[in-house]
C-alpha cells in the first residue's frame, strides 16, 4: 500500500513562485506521469515530494503518514535521476548495493537483494563492470536497480529516458511499464515527452506554470481536455485551433461560423456561449478526411507510411495540419477540401475553457 | 561547385609539401621549444653532472672520478640530512594535503559569503615568500613574537623563548610556515575537484540516506582521488626542493637542525664554493626525486584506473 497526497503545496524561489497550490491524490499501485513544458515546475514538484527541496507552504503525505518534514530517506521513496547519478568509482554491483550499505545490511541480504534486481534488470553478468563499460541503457537499468533494492513505497523517475536515443527509448518505454507491473509499486515519473506521458501513466498530470492544468487518464486527456493547453499538449501531430464566431446557441449544440463561411454545428454543452462570441474549434489532424467542408492549400507533405501527414494555410492565413491515410493522393501546392466530423471538434471560450462535448467515446475507467 | 573545390584541394597541399619536407617542417615546428629546453634544461643539468665528477671550486677543477659521491656516502651526517628531507617532506605534504582536504570541503560548503572566503584563503599563496617568512620571523621571535607570547600567558614557558633558536622547535616552526605558503594552493585545486562532482550523485546518495560524512567518505574523497593523488606529487617535489622559507627562517641551523638537501647543496656549493661537491650532492637530489616521481607515477595510474578516470 502507497498513496500519495499532495496538498496546496507551493514552492518560490526568491520572487520566483514555482508552484502555486498543488492538491493531487495519487492512488496505490498508480503509474503517474507529470507532464508539461520546461519550467512548469514539474521536476520541482518531484523534488519536493523527494525532500530534496523544501516546499513553501503545503503538506505531503505518504501512506498517511505527513512526511513534510522528514529526510528524504525517511519518507520511503527512491529516485532515478535523469543523468542516473551513478558513481563512476563503483561497480555495477557496488552502485545498486549503495543504499543497502548506507543501512549496514549483512552482507549475504545485500548479496541477494542486489542479485535478484540484476535478475530483473537482465544485469547479471554485468555486475562487475564500472558504469563507464555500459551503454545508455544499460545505466539506466542501473540507476532503476539501486532504487528497486530498497524496496520503496514510492518510485520517482526524473526524466530517465531523456538522454536514450529514439529507438532505446521506445524499448525502455516498454520495460519500465512492464516493471511497473512486476514490482505492483506506485510510481511517478516526470517528463515532458508526451509520448511517454500517453504510453505509460495510469493517470497523467498536465503542469503548466505551476499549475495542474489536467489530471486524468490519458485517453480522458486526449478526448476530454479541460483547457486549450492540454488539448494542445496531448496529441502527436497538435490539435489545431481554428476561429469561429458563434452563430447560436441550442439544445442540438453550438453554431458556429469559420472565416470563409464554412457553418458547423458542434454537439457541445453550450454554457454561457451566446451568439457573437469569438471561440476557438479544436481539430485534431487525425479526425480529418478529404471531403467537402474546410479547405486549404497544401504547402508541406510528409509522407510516413502509413500515414501522410498534411500542412497547409486556410483561406485565412491560418495554418492546418491534417493527418491522412498514407496513400492518399495528394500534391503540395493543391487545394484540398477537408471533411470534419461535428462530433470530433472541441470548442474552447475566450478563457481557452472547454465546453463540454456531449459525443466522446466513452472513457475507460 | 563541390566538385570543383574537390579537385582543387590535393592540389594546394602538394604545392605546400614542395617547399619542405614534412619532416624537416615538424622538426621546425618544435626547434624553439627544442631551444628552450636544452637551454634551460639539458645544458645545467649536464653541466652539474659533469661537475659532480671535478674537484671544481674557486681555484679552478680537476676530474676526480667519483671521489665527490664517495665522500657523500661515507658521510653519516649526509645520511641524516636525506632523512630530515625525507621527514620534512612527509610531514609537511601530509599536513598541506589534510587542511588543504579541510579547506576546500569548507569552502566548497554552501555558506554565506563563500566567494569572499574564497579569496581570503590566497593571500599566504599570493604575496612574496620572502616577506611572509619576514612576517613569520616577527611571529617566532622570543621577546616580541605572538607565538612565544601566547606560550607565555597560558603558561606553557616561563620567560622569552627563542622559537628559531633550538633544533627542534626551529624544524616544527619551519614545517608550519611551510604548510602555511603551501595549503592554499591545494586547497583551490581540491577545490576545483569538488566543485567537477555532479550534484546528483550527492543527491542520489542523500536519498538513499547517506549523512555528510558517508557521502564524503564514499563520494567526494574516490572522485577526487586523482587530483589528490597527483597534488601529492607535485607538492612534494616543490615541498622536498623547498628551499627560501628555511633559509630566511633559519638558514638550515640551529646546529645543522634545518638543513634539508636543498639547504645542504646550497651551502656547500654557494656557501663553501666547494661547486663540485655541491653538484654531486644535486646529482642525488635528482636521482632520489625520479625515482620517489616514478614509483609515484605508478601509484597514480593504478589510482586513475581503479576510480575510473580514463
Known amino acids: 500500500m502507497a498513496t500519495l497526497d499532495l496538498n496546496k503545496i507551493t514552492k518560490s524561489f526568491g520572487t520566483a513562485h514555482v508552484l502555486h497550490g498543488i492538491d493531487l ?85 545485500v548479496q541477494a537483494k542486489v542479485g535478484r534486481a540484476a535478475e530483473i534488470l537482465k544485469l547479471t553478468d554485468k555486475l562487475p563492470l564500472k558504469p563507464g563499460q555500459l551503454s545508455g541503457g544499460q545505466r539506466q537499468r542501473v540507476a532503476i536497480g539501486r532504487s528497486i533494492v530498497r524496496n520503496p513505497k514510492v518510485f520517482l523517475f526524473d526524466e530517465p529516458l531523456s ?47 505551476g499549475r495542474i492544468e489536467q489530471f486524468g487518464s490519458p485517453m480522458e486527456l486526449y478526448h476530454h481536455p479541460a483547457t486549450r493547453f492540454v488539448a494542445t499538449f496531448i496529441g502527436q501531430p497538435n490539435m489545431n485551433l481554428v476561429p469561429a464566431t458563434v452563430i447560436g446557441a441550442g439544445a442540438e449544440g453550438l453554431a458556429v461560423e469559420f472565416h470563409g ?54 483561406p485565412d492565413g491560418m495554418r492546418f495540419c491534417a493527418a491522412l491515410p498514407g496513400d492518399t493522393v495528394v500534391k503540395e501546392g493543391e487545394e484540398i477540401g477537408l471533411a470534419i466530423n461535428p462530433a470530433d471538434c472541441h470548442v474552447f471560450d475566450a478563457n481557452g475553457s472547454v465546453l463540454r462535448r456531449r459525443m466522446a467515446p466513452a472513457l475507460a475507467a | 561547385m563541390t566538385d570543383v573545390v574537390g579537385s582543387k ?9 614542395r617547399g619542405l619536407s614534412e619532416g624537416w617542417f615538424a622538426w621546425a615546428l618544435i626547434a624553439p621549444a627544442m631551444l628552450f629546453i636544452g637551454v634551460i634544461v639539458a645544458w645545467p643539468l649536464a653541466e652539474t653532472i659533469r661537475l659532480s665528477f671535478t674537484d671544481a671550486n674557486m681555484g679552478g677543477e680537476n676530474f676526480v672520478g667519483l671521489a665527490n659521491y664517495e665522500k657523500l656516502l661515507h658521510s653519516s651526517k ?45 593571500p599566504p599563496w599570493v604575496i612574496p615568500i620572502a616577506i611572509g617568512c619576514i612576517g613569520w620571523l616577527w611571529l617566532y621571535n622570543g621577546h616580541f613574537g605572538i607565538v612565544a607570547g601566547m606560550m607565555q600567558r597560558m603558561g606553557i614557558i616561563d620567560g622569552p623563548f627563542e622559537i628559531l633558536a633550538y633544533k627542534n622547535s ?128 605508478q601509484i597514480l595510474n593504478r589510482v586513475n584506473r581503479k576510480y575510473g578516470v580514463k
Open chain 1, 25 to 109: 491524490a495519487v492512488r496505490d499501485k498508480e503509474f503517474v506521469v507529470f507532464v508539461g513544458p520546461s519550467g512548469c515546475g514539474k521536476s520541482t514538484l518531484l523534488r519536493i515530494i523527494a525532500g530534496l527541496e523544501e516546499a513553501s507552504s503545503g503538506s505531503l503525505v505518504i501512506d498517511g503518514v505527513d512526511v513534510s518534514a522528514a529526510a528524504p530517506v525517511d519518507r520511503g521513496i527512491s529516485m532515478v535521476f535523469q543523468s542516473y547519478a551513478l558513481y563512476p568509482h563503483l561497480s555495477v554491483f557496488e552502485n545498486i548495493a549503495f543504499p543497502l550499505r548506507v543501512q549496514k545490511l549483512p552482507e549475504a541480504e
Open chain 1, 163 to 209: 538522454n536514450l536515443d529514439a529507438a532505446l527509448r521506445g524499448d525502455m518505454r516498454v520495460e519500465l511499464s512492464q516493471l511497473h507491473r512486476d514490482l505492483a509499486a506506485t510510481m511517478i515519473y516526470v517528463t515532458h515527452d508526451q509520448v511517454e506521458a500517453m504510453t505509460m501513466a495510469d493517470r497523467i498530470v498536465v503542469l503548466n506554470k
Open chain 1, 261 to 314: 463561411g464554412h457553418r458547423m454545428t458542434l454537439p457541445v454543452d453550450c454554457g454561457s456561449a451566446r451568439a457573437g462570441d469569438k471561440v476557438e474549434v479544436g481539430i485534431r489532424p487525425e479526425n480529418v478526411t478529404l471531403g467537402a467542408g474546410l479547405t486549404m492549400k497544401l504547402r508541406v507533405l510528409e509522407r510516413l507510411g502509413g500515414v501522410s501527414i498534411t500542412y497547409g494555410d486556410m
Open chain 2, 9 to 17: 584541394s590535393p592540389v594546394i597541399a602538394k604545392a605546400g609539401r
Open chain 2, 78 to 122: 649526509f645520511y641524516e640530512i636525506i632523512g630530515r628531507t625525507f621527514f620534512w617532506m612527509f610531514l609537511s605534504v601530509g599536513l598541506k594535503l589534510i587542511l588543504g582536504l579541510i579547506g576546500a570541503t569548507l569552502l566548497n560548503a554552501a555558506v554565506p559569503g563563500r566567494a569572499l572566503f574564497r579569496v581570503l584563503i590566497m
Open chain 2, 170 to 297: 626551529a624544524f616544527y616552526a619551519a614545517i608550519v610556515t611551510d604548510v602555511w605558503v603551501g595549503t592554499p594552493m591545494v586547497s583551490l585545486f581540491f577545490l576545483a575537484a569538488m566543485q567537477g562532482v555532479s550534484r546528483d550523485l550527492y543527491e542520489a546518495a542523500w536519498v538513499d540516506g547517506a549523512g555528510r560524512w558517508y557521502r564524503f567518505r564514499r563520494i567526494t574523497i574516490p572522485q577526487i582521488m586523482p587530483v589528490i593523488v597527483s597534488m601529492a606529487l607535485l607538492s612534494a617535489i616543490w615541498t622536498f626542493n623547498s628551499f627560501e622559507i628555511i633559509w630566511i627562517l633559519t638558514q638550515g641551523g640551529p646546529r645543522g637542525g634545518t638543513t634539508t638537501m636543498i639547504v645542504d647543496t646550497y651551502k656547500t656549493a654557494i656557501g663553501n664554493y666547494k661547486f663540485g661537491e655541491g653538484a654531486a650532492r644535486a646529482v642525488v637530489i635528482v636521482v632520489l626525486l625520479a625515482v620517489f616521481s616514478l614509483i609515484y607515477l
